[in-house]
T-cell receptor, first 112, second 111 residues
Framework: DVKVTQSSRYLVKRTGEKVFLECVQD?????MFWYRQDPGLGLRLIYF???????EKGDIPEGYSVSREKKERFSLILESASTNQTSMYLC???????????FGPGTRLTVT | SQQGEEDPQALSIQEGENATMNCSYK?????LQWYRQNSGRGLVHLIL?????REKHSGRLRVTLDTSKKSSSLLITASRAADTASYFC???????????FGRGTSLIVHP
């Protein structure tokens, strides 16, 4: 059974903290994605990666960075968390040339 | 910007009834997908329809695509309480393999 896992289901952090969200996939997929999901706004793409050490900005990269040191792992970093980054964060992966996305269970981040 | 927009935003039906959700998009597409999201969880891929296809079935799901109207519909037949979820359409266009998601339709099926 293919799987995308995320390090935490729920996370509470304080304003200004550095936050790491981890995502691991076991499908040997080339492409990995980070989205945030907010009520009324749907899914918005933050960053994606099409290969190890490669990254591309999505629609809303401001305030975020990413790291992909290994093919199976894609990390989202909030350098200095702010309250407007309170959201549901979803990681996804796809095989090369495919648009069918496999999602993790999501991390609900609250920044206080 | 949103490529796909679902309609209605919310749908409430009784178990056993059919549920129909629509998706409209703005530009020519390569394919269109439908995903389901149970409350507080990740999205699950349901079905993909290519731009040269008009209809596709998967179990109780039926998807149609009308490229002349730039729209797609998802029909869930004989709905069950377990179908309660949000449903998203997502389309790819041009040379991109990255889908753009709509805002979703929230479906509630009452037992």
């Amino acid at each position: 059974d293919v799987k995308v896992t995320q390090s935490s289901r729920y996370l509470v952090k304080r304003t200004g903290e550095k936050v790491f969200l981890e995502c691991v996939q076991d499908m040997d997929h080339e492409n990995m994605f980070w989205y945030r999901q907010d009520p009324g706004l749907g899914l918005r793409l933050i960053y994606f990666s099409y290969d190890v050490k490669m990254k591309e900005k999505g629609d809303i990269p401001e305030g975020y960075s990413v790291s992909r040191e290994k093919k199976e792992r894609f990390s989202l970093i909030l350098e200095s968390a702010s309250t407007n980054q309170t959201s549901m964060y979803l990681c996804a992966s796809t095989d090369r040339g495919s648009s069918e996305q496999y999602f993790g269970p999501g991390t609900r981040l609250t920044v206080t | 910007s949103q490529q796909g927009e679902e309609d209605p935003q919310a749908l409430s039906i009784q178990e056993g009834e059919n549920a129909t959700m629509n998706c409209s998009y703005k530009t020519s597409i390569n394919n269109l997908q439908w995903y389901r999201q149970n409350s507080g969880r990740g999205l699950v891929h349901l079905i993909l329809i290519r731009s040269n296809e008009r209809e596709k079935h998967s179990g109780r799901l039926r998807v149609t695509l009308d490229t002349s109207k730039k729209s797609s519909s998802l029909l869930i037949t004989a709905s069950r309480a377990a179908d309660t979820a949000s449903y998203f359409c997502a389309s790819t266009s041009g040379g991109s393999y990255i889908p753009t998601f709509g805002r979703g339709t929230s479906l509630i099926v009452h037992p």
